[in-house]
């Protein structure tokens, strides 16, 4: 390897159903990384090759090497694996072709690996997706598996304990069996710093690193150690109506039928399952809603809110109401599915769209197909859930849009700065904002760069 080239060494191994794999770098690559350290506990004993104990922690480092433009190195590989990589890497290339996505990956070993096992299992997280595949799959009997360290960080315990109380209730009513997987996924990549070298590529796109190539390839990876005896099957929940060939085109994500069902190891196929509208989903498994008290994990804010509390969801975040209103709209009132509804939650769904929190693209993949759909009447009306939706019917809801302007916006320099001016500038910001905070001059709302719970923050106003 040359001295001042771009590399990752991964080195791999299992103990007591925990797979710990270490991270060596090149010096240029040292500031992408928080940790050199990843692991993943299984709830079972591990017992694979090492060419399937790297495949957790590689896909994890394989977005960093190819926005980077690293290469990366093991001892050995699963052949399968290997080639999937290759196609996905090309893939991505396609859809930001300013960005390095030539890496290349080494080993000294790649091997064909089969594994003999026939029965399925579901990435299970306990979202409107997940659930209705869980509903969709029923007849398969699949494994359901959860992973703790990819949205809900590690360290908030009592929220992770709540959700396997619930979730292992729901799979015991239902007679199947769940896996929790906990890994310190999160606190592997240096989020801001590839954060602000992804935004160059992505064109007029808000997000960040993880939701445009990591989180898909990313869980579906954690699960190939328990692969191993269990299952050839991985059922991945949609999230977008694939009949819709114009807005899968327009708006890009780390999840996509055609890209995610390539990845394969060990002769294991992942199948995307409920390519279909969120509110389709909703109205399709109503019955099943009902009749099992099936709890909703669908918010991004609670495990940042109180650590003690009986709520999986806030109740107020975007991606919240959302599926609230989706529920009202096939007759089922959210709190019996874990999301709070009261008289407020009108009021907060309207200030959506009256204080213009909303991107337009979260307008047009969400919002606009639900608007479509709309009964006449409510089947079960709870809390002026009716009114709210004869003032949203008929509403052009792209006017409400949040203004952005990627170029010329404060975050927009932010981006274009160099890193390490960028961030000086970040904290001088940071500090004033405090200070404005605490001489009551301010609200609180942090410079975060990055997608958030309803859209995208700007300093002052939005």
Known sequence: MKKNARWIRIDSDAAAGTVKSHISTSRAMRPFFA???FHAQYDVDIDCPKSILHIPALSLLLPVAW????????????QDFAASMAAIQTDF??????????????????????????????????????????????????SLIMIFGGDIPASNQPYIELTKNRYSALAASLDLTIHYVHTNALELWNHR?????????????????????????????????????RFNQLIF???????????LQKFHDASAPGRDEKITWAGLRVRHDGCLQRLDKVQRMKEFLRQNHVPLRVCWRRPKLLQQN??????????????????????????????????NTPHLLKALFAEKKLPASKIELFWLPMQNKIPPTLENDRFGMQHFFAWFTGKDLL??????????????LYYAFPY???????????????????????????????????????????
């Open 67 to 78: 926005i980077t433009g690293a290469d990366v190195h093991a001892d050995e590989l699963d």
């Open 399 to 412: 006017t409400f849009a949040r203004p952005y302007s990627p170029r010329f916006s404060a975050e927009g």
């Open 420 to 462: 390490w001016l960028a961030i000086s500038i970040r904290w001088v910001f940071e500090s004033m904002l405090t200070l404005a905070q605490k001489i009551g001059l301010a609200r609180k709302q942090p410079f975060a760069p990055g997608a958030d719970v309803t859209g995208r923050y700007h300093f002052g106003k939005r």
């Open 35 to 37: 940790t050199s350290e």
């Open 93 to 142: 290339r396609q859809i930001y072709p300013g960005a390095p996505l030539r890496s290349r990956l080494y080993a000294a070993k790649r091997v064909k690996n089969q594994d003999a096992a026939t029965s399925a299992a579901l990435l299970f997280s306990g979202g409107v997706d997940a659930t209705f595949s869980l509903f969709n799959n029923l007849h398969l009997k699949p």
């Open 310 to 343: 009986t709520l999986l969801n806030c109740g107020q975040c975007e991606k919240c109401l959302r599926t609230i209103a989706a529920l009202a709209l096939a007759g089922i009132d959210a709190n019996t599915c874990g999301l709070p509804l009261d008289v």
């Open 237 to 247: 929940a949609a999230w977008q109506d694939t009949s819709d060939a114009a807005t």
């Open 193 to 229: 710093r590839l954060n602000h070298l992804f935004r160059r590529y992505q064109g007029d796109m808000e997000g960040d690193l993880w939701r445009g190539m990591g989180y898909a390839l990313g869980h579906i990876g954690q699960t190939a150690p328990l692969s191993s005896g």
